[in-house]
């Protein structure tokens, strides 16, 4: 198994691990030699089933089902929002709010690059938004959907006026790097290195009822070594 995915919780129903970023999910039907996590997984794990994703770009808490039945308990579970993400974002821009909500319908893949777009007869989805901090030039973000379409975090910040730092899809797509973001920045520009150079969204926690014990579940996943640096060197601004 790949090194970089740690196991965060497994029995003999659920298996959850922190997903790196650069890794599909699940085995893509258009390049089926990607490298997926599940893919990944089996090899050490067994037979395992999807039960929800994350974007290629994002790392955080990824959860799959050791048996069909725990896939279809789980698989409710989403459908009837009974299970509570929890996100972390970095964003570009510093809202003067330090709470909002948007409830912009969206419709997944609905332009040639494959972007979630904003559309009124679009699938409802509601998004709660918190500050964590603002800092120099952006701000960490706690996101909480209350359904998890695709896109629809950096879709629904990007609306805001925020789009996550370095999104290729929904903002600028740069690497951030200290030398743009500190004052006085004396470091060496030709020898620098970005902070970070993927899509700034980690998905920081899951909760639900476990399907096989009925007792309540949280599951936290640690921040990656690019993502922490990013939110460790804002906290010094």
Known sequence: MNDEITVLHEDEYILAVNKPSGLLSSPDRYDLDARAVSRELEMEHGRLWSVHTLDLDTS??????RNEATHRALSVLFEEREVRSVYHAVIAGRPSWTETVCDLSLTPDGDRMHRTIIDGAGKPSFTEFQVLGCHSKMAIIEARPRMLRAHQIRIHLAALGYPIACDPLYGDGKPVLLSKIKRRWKG????????????????FSIEFVHPGTHAAVLIEAPYPKDFKALVSQLRKM
Request: no cysteine.
């Open 188 to 203: 060496d520009d030709e020898r620098e290195r970005p902070l970070i150079t993927r899509t700034a969204l980690h998905a």
């Open 60 to 65: 955080g808490v990824l959860v799959f089902a």
